[in-house]
């Protein structure tokens, strides 16, 4: 794609926005690029706060840059924390930021960051001072799910936080799948805390993160969704988990099964997706017998998950 591929569009709200003319897509559409990324990331994911309480330097995985709203947002809400703030942004293509950043004008999100986004789309990283914090800012441009799974995502710092904004699993299945969910859970160390938000509220979603090894709860309503979806490796990150109530809608769902490949479908949850979510800690009754060997969890592709 080229910049040109992209124009500018006003949203309901009266921002404008970016819109992808070969996509048919819009960025951040309804409530515009920065209050959209305030509600569904900032606020939701409580950025400020994990920042100051994480030691040494707080990751945060960007993953579909687009024309770094998110990220920028983010960063803004960061900039009076005392803080070593490290991070990685994903996309495919860097045709969208050098689009927005032409336009930076009249989006309004780029002040104070012109610099720093340059120097990313000259040499894919940029540092320095951000108020009170200090940023190092990498941008990889290529297929996210095949460098998942290669060995160079084991050199790259965990993520404590997650911005997830690929288009949606019609569109972009790949982005979607179970493996790709379960391989980011696998890369958080042990003890680590991590959270993610993501624009979704889909049951295939849900089911996907939760056999990926999440947690995961009801988020915010933002712009036209009237919920969105929160997943972390700790419990007490997910202000509102799904329980019984939302299990009952799962079992019943006709598009709950988790993709195991990028070819999008919907379908009901299989026997083993069931079995995985029954048993799956968040819905365990407190004081109930322990796991036996016979309740483990296991994936939509009966991988062994306990």
Not at 127 to 139: K, L, Q
Not at 166 to 195: D, I, K
Not at 258 to 271: D, F, K, M, T
Request: include cysteine.
């Amino acid at each position: 794609m080229e910049p040109g591929d992209y124009e500018l569009v006003r949203v309901a709200s009266g921002a404008w926005s970016v819109r992808s003319r070969r996509d048919g897509e819009t960025f951040h559409p309804v409530v515009g690029p920065v209050h959209e990324a305030e509600a569904l990331y900032v606020r939701q994911l409580d950025l400020a706060a994990r920042a100051r309480a994480t030691p040494g330097e707080f990751v945060l995985w960007d993953v579909g840059l687009g024309a770094a709203a998110n990220v920028l947002t983010a960063l803004r809400a960061l900039a009076d924390v005392p803080v070593r703030v490290r991070v990685e942004s994903f996309d495919h293509t860097l045709a969208p930021l050098a689009f927005a950043r032409a336009e930076h004008e009249s989006l309004g999100y780029f002040g104070g960051y012109c610099d720093a986004v340059d120097t990313l789309l000259d040499r894919r990283e940029a540092a320095w001072t951000n108020g009170r914090s200090e940023v190092v800012w990498r941008v990889r441009v290529g297929d996210f799910p095949a460098w998942l799974q290669s060995p160079a995502a084991m050199a790259v710092p965990a993520p404590h936080a997650v911005l997830w904004d690929a288009y949606s699993p019609a569109r972009n299945p790949a982005m979607w799948t179970l493996p790709v969910f379960r391989r980011m859970r696998e890369l958080v160390p042990e003890g680590q805390r991590c959270a993610l938000a993501t624009y979704s509220r889909s049951t295939l979603l849900r089911v996907t993160l939760l056999l990926a090894g999440f947690r995961v709860g009801a988020g915010t309503a933002t712009g036209e969704k009237e919920e969105t979806t929160v997943a972390a490796t700790d419990p007490a990150w997910v202000p509102a988990p799904l329980g019984a109530e939302w299990l009952g809608r799962a079992r019943r769902s006709t598009s709950a099964e988790p993709l195991l490949e990028p070819v999008y479908r919907q379908a009901p949850p299989s026997p083993a997706t069931l079995a995985a979510l029954e048993c799956h800690p968040q819905f365990r009754v407190e004081g109930s017998a322990p796991a036996r060997t016979s309740d483990k969890i296991f994936a939509a592709d009966g991988t062994d998950m306990a």
